[in-house]
C-alpha cells in the first residue's frame, strides 16, 4: 500500500472502537505514527495488535479525554519526542441516557458537558499549537444527525461541538490549518446502538468502509 503520511504523527482521541478506531487504522496503514487516546485498555490494545499487523506504528495513551492535566501531560510529550503533530482526529463521545427533555436528569447532563463539551473545548486548546507547526496540520471531526425524540442532552452538546468546530474553520480558513467536519454514513457502533436497540444492522456500513470513505481528504 501507498504510505502517504509516512513521517507524521497523528493523534486520535477516542480510539479503541468506531470510527475513532477504523481512522487509527487507516492513518497507519498509510504511514502515520499513530498516538491512541482511549479509556479501554483492552480496546487499545487490540487496535495494537491490527495496526502492527498492517506494518503500522502505534503509541497508546490510555487516559480519559476529561482529565485535564493528563491530557495537557499527553501533549507536551508529543511536543518533546516529535516536536509536533500533524493529524489530530476526534470521536470521544459520551451518550447519555435517552430522556424525556423535561426529565434530563442533572448527573447525566455533567456528564454529556464533561466530556462533549468542556474536554472537547479545552483539547482544541491543547492540541491546536501541537499541530500547528507541521507543514500540513489538519483536524477531523465528525458530526451525526441524531436529534430525535429523548435524545437532547446528547444532541444538545453535539450541536455545541459543531458549533465550535465551525467556528474554528472559519477563524483558520486563511491559514495552513484544515479543519474538517465530516459525516459517517449510520454505522453500528455502541453509540448509536443506544439509540436505535434492536435495529437491522445488515444495513449499517461497517467503520472501517466510512473512514476510507472520508479520510482521503485528509491527503489533498
Not at 482529565?67 to 501533549?75: T, V
Not at 439509540?195 to 479520510?215: I, N, Q, T, V, W
Amino acid at each position: 500500500m501507498d504510505r502517504p503520511l509516512d513521517g507524521q504523527i497523528a493523534l486520535v482521541t477516542g480510539a479503541s472502537r468506531g470510527i475513532g478506531a477504523a481512522s487509527a487504522e487507516w492513518l497507519a496503514a498509510r504511514g502515520a505514527h499513530v498516538v491512541a487516546v482511549a479509556r479501554t485498555v483492552g480496546g487499545l490494545e487490540e487496535l495494537d495488535d491490527r495496526i502492527k499487523a498492517q506494518g503500522g506504528q502505534a503509541t497508546l495513551a490510555p487516559m480519559d479525554v476529561t482529565d485535564e492535566g493528563a491530557m495537557a501531560h499527553l501533549c507536551r510529550s508529543i511536543h518533546d519526542r516529535w516536536g509536533r503533530a500533524d493529524i489530530w482526529v476526534h470521536s470521544a463521545i459520551h451518550v447519555s441516557a435517552l430522556t424525556p427533555a423535561p426529565h434530563i436528569a442533572a448527573k447525566d447532563l455533567d456528564k454529556v458537558i464533561a466530556t462533549n463539551i468542556r474536554a472537547f473545548t479545552r483539547l482544541v486548546a491543547f492540541v491546536e499549537p501541537l499541530i500547528a507547526p507541521s507543514a500540513k496540520p489538519r483536524a477531523v471531526f465528525f458530526d451525526d444527525g441524531w436529534d430525535d425524540k429523548y435524545a437532547g442532552a446528547y444532541a444538545m452538546s453535539k450541536a455545541a461541538q459543531r458549533a465550535l468546530v465551525q467556528s474554528w474553520q472559519a477563524e483558520t480558513a486563511k491559514f495552513p490549518m484544515r479543519v474538517h467536519l465530516l459525516r459517517p454514513n449510520p454505522m453500528p457502533t455502541a453509540v448509536r446502538a443506544r439509540f436505535y436497540p434492536g435495529e437491522d444492522k445488515s444495513a449499517l456500513s461497517h467503520p472501517r468502509d466510512e473512514a476510507a470513505r472520508l479520510l482521503p481528504v485528509l491527503l489533498d
